[in-house]
């Protein structure tokens, strides 16, 4: 199963409007998703917790990062938020399983924002997972000025519609060629 990951905590976002829709692609290409929308975490307790202490973490986070662990693929939906991601998505990933969550893990993005559609989380997010040997899948996406775009769960915008068909498409094969050489996390790890 590939793991969505709505990248704000802020509630009723444009980015788990916007993972919502990508999941209605995957289910189209009868794919298996499921998301992790970080508005329903109790992040602010992590400020209290030690990296290194499991079991100070919030039950509802431990949960989220078996989900990843346990992903074929990660999928991150991430907004703009002062030129960067935003930092409850951050914190998130600094509690994640290391190297489980990330060696060998397929990953892809899916920026948006306003102008820049969310480019500089995007570019940000690839040189972490770049960083923890995740498999950086390069075909992005970035949704320009998604307020316009993105209303009541549609995208009025058929060019970025491809652009989102395409990439769950070609992500699903890059995932099913990794494993085919046993080079994906489940594999490997």
Not at 62 to 80: D, F, R, T, Y
Request: aromatic share 12%; hydrophobic share 40%.
């Amino acid at each position: 199963m590939k793991v969505i990951i709505s990248g704000t905590d802020r509630a009723h976002s444009k980015s788990l409007e916007l993972a919502k829709y990508i999941q209605s692609l995957y289910k189209e290409f009868g794919e298996e998703t499921t998301i992790i929308d970080l508005a329903q975490l109790d992040l602010s307790s992590l400020m209290n917790c030690h990296y290194n202490k499991q079991a100070e973490r919030p039950d509802d986070v431990v949960k989220a990062i078996e989900m990843i662990n346990e992903s074929e693929g990660l999928i991150v939906v991430c907004p703009e938020y002062n030129g960067s991601m935003p930092g409850a998505l951050k914190l998130f990933i600094d509690y994640w399983s290391y190297p489980q969550s990330f060696e060998f893990r397929p990953v892809c993005f899916v920026g948006l924002g306003g102008r820049w559609g969310g480019l500089r989380p995007v570019e940000h997010l690839q040189g972490v997972f770049g960083y923890r040997n995740s498999y950086v899948f390069p075909q992005r996406v970035f949704v320009s000025n998604v307020w316009d775009l993105l209303k009541d769960g549609k995208i009025s915008d058929s060019f970025v519609v491809e652009l989102l068909q395409d990439q769950a498409k070609n992500f699903t094969k890059f995932i099913k060629a990794l494993r085919s050489q046993n080079l994906d996390a489940l594999s490997v790890n």
